[in-house]
T-cell receptor, first 115, second 112 residues
Framework: DAGVIQSPRHEVTEMGQEVTLRCKPI?????LFWYRQTMMRGLELLIY????????DSGMPEDRFSAKMPNASFSTLKIQPSEPRDSAVYFC?????????????FGPGTRLLVL | SQQGEEDPQALSIQEGENATMNCSYK?????LQWYRQNSGRGLVHLIL?????REKHSGRLRVTLDTSKKSSSLLITASRAADTASYFCATNSGGSNYKLTFGKGTLLTVNP
């Protein structure tokens, strides 16, 4: 299995630009998580999907952030417009059924730098 | 909000020594998990311990849980240079059956 796939691995953009991060979960997993990792705040859950439906988006910072999961094999996290404080590593993770007893499998992350 | 807090923030040891990392948390938990993150990589699940368990083993890893003290420890025995990584505890608590709250991690350096 290829594991969770994220693209791009690195993204450098200028303030105000739109950024789209992509994730392909492990085949057969029906739960998908987007996290953000910074030195200051550590690893934070942004949004959780189960069976392609957003279940918990309480961690999404503000309206500039949006996430979609059009099908079981693809999800996007979009930031529009981007700001320097959005600079972070964004991880996508998937699990078999979303329960906290399930192991979450993390992708390699997208390192975002907003200038 | 932060639930787990790892201690120490950084730990440097020699190969072959044991490494102990601690995690304290604030509210009652359903389970606690430990993850490893190598530099520039995603997190890898190591072990899960339920609130009614006190100790679990997996290879060179030993995890203990003391719910009365709201703390957990991760022991890595006979450390290797390849164990160099950041280690995070993550807690699941309350009515949520999916949400994990991560600490900020302990950076372990194992010197050859």
């Amino acid at each position: 299995d290829a594991g969770v796939i994220q693209s791009p691995r690195h993204e450098v953009t200028e303030m105000g630009q739109e950024v789209t991060l992509r994730c392909k979960p492990i085949s057969g997993h029906n739960s998908l998580f987007w996290y953000r990792q910074t030195m200051m705040r550590g690893l934070e859950l942004l949004i959780y999907f189960n069976n392609n439906v957003p279940i918990d988006d309480s961690g999404m910072p503000e309206d500039r952030f949006s996430a979609k999961m059009p099908n079981a094999s693809f999800s996007t996290l979009k930031i529009q417009p981007s700001e320097p404080r959005d600079s972070a590593v964004y991880f996508c993770a998937s699990s078999l059924d979303g329960g906290a007893r399930e192991t979450q499998y993390f992708g390699p992350g997208t390192r975002l730098l907003v200038l | 909000s932060q639930q787990g807090e790892e201690d120490p923030q950084a730990l440097s040891i020699q190969e072959g020594e044991n490494a102990t990392m601690n995690c304290s948390y604030k509210t009652s938990i359903n389970n606690l998990q430990w993850y490893r993150q190598n530099s520039g990589r995603g997190l890898v699940h190591l072990i899960l311990i339920r609130s009614n368990e006190r100790e679990k083993h997996s290879g060179r890893l030993r995890v203990t849980l003391d719910t009365s003290k709201k703390s957990s420890s991760l022991l890595i025995t006979a450390s290797r240079a390849a164990d160099t990584a950041s280690y995070f505890c993550a807690t699941n608590s309350g009515g949520s059956n999916y949400k994990l709250t991560f600490g900020k991690g302990t950076l372990l350096t194992v010197n050859p």
